[in-house]
């Protein structure tokens, strides 16, 4: 069992930076691939980048690539995600999810979700 609480999120100026924390509890996190999604009103729920449970693999969208840098701590049982050069389009609530198979993480059908933090960017 997974427990994913989502933090660092708020209301950033357009070029802005932000950085989610995903915590999480149980002895299985660093064995789980970890990835985050967005979900904007109106909208799908959207990938946006995962990590492989040792860190090695990343995948990103390509809307994100180059801004937003997604990096895991297993002693901290925390997967980050660096957001800079905000764009107003990238306000959503962003969700991070965990599973132990990287693949099902990236179809959006990962095990484990967390609850959300808003990420809100301004013109």
């Known amino acids: 069992q997974v427990q994913l609480v989502e933090s660092g999120g708020g209301l950033v100026q357009a070029g802005g930076s932000l950085r989610l924390s995903c915590a999480g509890s149980g002895r299985t996190f660093s064995g789980n691939a970890m990835g985050w999604f967005r979900q904007a009103p109106g909208k799908d729920r959207e990938f946006v980048s995962s990590i492989s449970w040792n860190g090695r693999t990343t995948y990103y969208v390509d809307s994100v690539k180059g801004r937003f840098t997604i990096s895991r701590d297993n002693a901290k049982t925390t997967v980050y995600l660096q957001m800079n050069g905000l764009k107003p389009e990238d306000t959503a609530v962003y969700y991070c999810?965990?599973?132990?198979?990287?693949?099902?993480?990236?179809?959006?059908?990962?095990?484990?979700w967390g609850q959300g933090t808003q990420v809100t960017v301004s013109s």
């Open positions: 999810a965990a599973d132990a198979d990287l693949l099902r993480i990236g179809q959006g059908r990962g095990r484990y």
